[in-house]
């Protein structure tokens, strides 16, 4: 079935380093792939998207791209605020199941002042 | 524009109980997916609601039921509580059921069974 993995928080970093959250993903059909952002005591935002192979999904600095032959998704920045401290999921969408989004476990980041 | 609102914010119950979640969508939005997100997990899919009809159910028991009104609001119904129920409830708002749609997600609210 469909899945997806991110790797294990939490990522603690100084201001202004680069980021790296890793997300791979096992799908039967060809999925759209989601980060979504949840910032402390509030609800899921959709960070960026990518909808088929070779698309890059960027917003506020984040980017992430659709890499079909490693079925991969990382979401980078390469220079963290404090303010992106929140969880990051990596999510898909594979209309072959039934159009239910499956998220990643979430990913701790915390950004030192 | 107001986004996807939930009722209520918090809810206390007992196992045993039975509770009902409600959600409305972003004014034009005709699809409504319920989401549980245990503290420290991703959100699990529960149900997907798309014109009234029922177009996705999760891994879940039929302790848990959902039902769409015509003017696309929805609620979730979870009888005979556990504790394991203890969890965010999220629901989603997008236009259609395409894959490729931004989910649009509500605050939650916040189920505690003791």
């Known amino acids: 079935g469909n899945s997806v993995t991110q790797m294990e928080g939490p990522v603690t970093l100084s201001e202004e380093a680069f980021l790296t959250i890793n997300c791979t993903y096992t799908a039967t059909g060809y999925p759209s792939l989601f980060w979504y952002v949840q910032y402390p005591g509030e609800g899921l935002q959709l960070l960026l998207k990518?909808?088929?192979?070779?698309d890059k999904g960027s917003n506020k600095g984040f980017e992430a791209t659709y890499r079909k032959e490693t079925t991969s998704f990382h979401l980078e920045k390469g220079s963290v605020q404090v303010s992106d401290s929140a969880v990051y999921f990596c999510a898909l969408t594979d209309p072959t199941g039934g159009f239910k989004t499956i998220f990643g476990a979430g990913t701790r980041l915390f950004v030192k002042a | 524009d107001a986004g996807v609102t939930q009722s209520p914010t918090h809810l206390i119950k007992t196992r045993g109980q039975q509770v009902t979640l409600r959600c409305s969508p972003i004014s034009g939005h005709k699809s409504v997916s319920w989401y549980q997100q245990v503290l420290g997990q991703g959100p699990q899919f529960i149900f997907q609601?798309?014109?009234?009809?029922?177009?996705g159910r999760g891994n879940f028991p039929d302790r848990f039921s959902a039902r769409q009104f015509p003017n696309y609001s929805s609620e979730l119904n979870v009888n005979a509580l556990l504790l394991g129920d203890s969890a965010l409830y999220l629901c989603?708002?997008?236009?259609?059921?395409?894959?490729?749609?931004?989910?649009?997600f509500g605050p939650g609210t916040r189920l505690t069974v003791l």
């Open positions: 990518a909808t088929k192979a070779d």
């Open positions: 609601y798309y014109e009234k009809e029922e177009r």
């Open positions: 989603a708002s997008s236009g259609t059921t395409g894959s490729y749609n931004e989910q649009f």
